[in-house]
């Protein structure tokens, strides 16, 4: 394992070599996201991620845009549960200019009043045309059923009435208290040398005039009670989709998450995997169906998910079943195995050509555990996977564990019954 070079004020650097790419990567990470915000601040976060791009005490908002375009790079922002980043690609010849960018954005926003009111209504536009979507809609209900209460659970951007209650002094007051140089992880990669990178950030850091303004302390990240839910919410939509999930509590290593990738390759990853050849190709029981997992300090989330008609449903829902039950009960085949762990190396060969890709790979290893592996110790990883470590995390996931299932769409009373699953109507008010 790597650990981080330490820049001047407390911020830190991961740097990645990528010989031979012609493109840089740079993101600036804060580990601050969705589920560290106040019952008064939701939303906060991602609404500060929009005001970085409205203008600095150097630049405004369409000199940033255009300082990035006309060299012909991309320059853009997320917001996650965990953390927030502002990242940027472009030519290597410009990494100077990517990172000089991201730093003016993220220390040096002026939150202007007028940019934060046009802001306030383009949020709540994406809100709303993310309630308009059926696969978003159904993800956030499917995850307030799991993690009810719990602000893992909260929608990213927070609701309508959030942003509209919020005030500009409110958000300019948390984002001074939340984004300094010492919460900043800075990941880089491309065709520039580490310390080149470590250098000029340095010196970034150094001569920019800050003021000594105290950051708020780190917060807390608890493990969410996972709820075991029947549930089935009515929706108004053609289709209905459908999840079954589990929860891990820690701890966990980085061993832990590749034996949980090969594992989660062989169910529902990939073509080859077993719920996409078993209800799509064998069955022909829906178009999209996949398995995902997410690991954090706190949780591993693991959850099979499909879009079904309301007819299919009750034998979609019976063979993921079947399949994620066998799990439990039979270990992967050696076949299965081979072919995961050599899908999962010529994958992450592949990834290796985007230094956008091994910029977001050396942030999300350090958020996870403070430090990284480098891409040849990643591979050798990979290529050292053993079986015994796979099937361990096969029973620890599947063995006597209760699934949560939960179904959201076009539902009658008795597809409801037919599945054991609780009917909610579209207010959230249970069926009587």
């Known amino acids: 394992m790597n650990t981080v070079l330490r820049l001047p004020r407390g911020a830190a650097l991961a740097a990645d070599y990528a010989a031979g790419t012609r493109s840089f990567a740079a993101g600036f990470w804060f580990p601050i996201g969705s589920r560290h915000e106040a019952a008064h601040e939701r939303g906060f976060v991602h609404f500060v991620e929009h005001m970085a791009f409205k203008g600095t005490s150097r630049r405004s908002a369409s000199l940033l845009s255009r300082e990035i375009d006309r060299v012909g790079g991309f320059m853009n922002a997320f917001t996650d549960r965990d953390s927030?980043?502002?990242?940027?690609?472009?030519?290597?010849?410009?990494?100077?200019?990517?990172?000089?960018?991201?730093?003016?954005?993220?220390?040096?926003?002026?939150?202007?009043?007028?940019?934060?009111?046009?802001e306030r209504e383009v949020i709540i536009s994406e809100i709303l045309a993310a309630q308009d979507d059926p696969e978003e809609s159904a993800h956030d209900h499917f995850l307030a059923a799991i993690w009810p209460g719990d602000p893992l659970a909260r929608k990213i951007a927070g609701e309508p009435e959030d942003l509209t209650a919020v005030t500009r002094e409110a958000l300019y007051a948390f984002y001074r208290e939340n984004f300094g140089p010492g919460n900043l992880l800075v990941t880089a990669a491309?065709?520039?040398?580490?310390?080149?990178?470590a250098s000029e950030l340095g010196s970034i850091l150094s001569s920019a005039s800050f003021d000594e303004r105290p950051?708020?302390?780190?917060?807390?990240?608890?493990?969410?009670?996972?709820?075991?839910?029947?549930e089935y919410r009515k929706a108004s939509i053609g289709q209905v989709n459908y999840f079954e999930a589990i929860q891990l509590?820690?701890?966990?290593?980085?061993?832990?998450?590749?034996?949980?990738?090969?594992?989660?390759?062989?169910?529902?990853?990939?073509?080859?995997?077993?719920?996409?050849?078993?209800?799509?190709?064998?069955?022909?029981?829906?178009?999209?169906?996949?398995?995902?997992?997410?690991?954090?300090?706190?949780?591993?989330?693991?959850f099979a998910s499909a879009n079904v008609s309301l007819g299919k449903l009750p034998r979609l829902a019976a063979e993921m079943g079947r399949i994620v039950e066998a799990l439990g009960e039979k270990s992967l085949t050696e076949e299965e195995f081979a072919e995961v762990r050599s899908r999962l190396l010529g994958a992450f060969e592949i990834a290796l050509d985007d230094p956008d890709y091994r910029m977001?790979?050396?942030?999300?290893?350090?958020?996870?555990?403070?430090?990284?592996?480098?891409?040849?110790?990643?591979?050798?990883?990979?290529?050292?996977?053993?079986?015994a470590a796979v099937d361990a995390a096969r029973l620890r996931l599947f063995s006597g564990r209760t699934r949560a299932r939960f179904a959201y769409g076009k539902r009658t009373a008795a597809a409801a019954r037919e599945l054991g699953l609780e009917a909610i109507d579209e207010t959230g008010d249970r069926d009587a």
Do not use: K
């Open 84 to 118: 927030i980043c502002l990242h940027c690609l472009v030519p290597a010849t410009h990494w100077r200019l990517a990172l000089d960018v991201l730093a003016d954005m993220a220390f040096f926003s002026l939150f202007d009043a007028l940019e934060f009111e046009r």
């Open 190 to 197: 491309g065709p520039v040398d580490p310390a080149a990178v």
């Open 360 to 387: 977001r790979r050396l942030a999300r290893q350090v958020l996870f555990a403070d430090s990284y592996l480098t891409t040849d110790e990643t591979l050798a990883i990979i290529d050292n996977l053993d079986f």
């Open 215 to 230: 950051l708020a302390a780190p917060r807390a990240e608890a493990t969410p009670h996972f709820e075991t839910v029947r």
């Open 249 to 302: 509590d820690p701890p966990f290593s980085t061993a832990d998450y590749h034996a949980f990738a090969a594992l989660n390759g062989v169910i529902g990853e990939a073509a080859s995997s077993r719920l996409f050849q078993s209800l799509r190709e064998e069955q022909g029981l829906c178009y999209s169906v996949y398995s995902a997992f997410s690991l954090g300090r706190s949780e591993l989330l693991w």
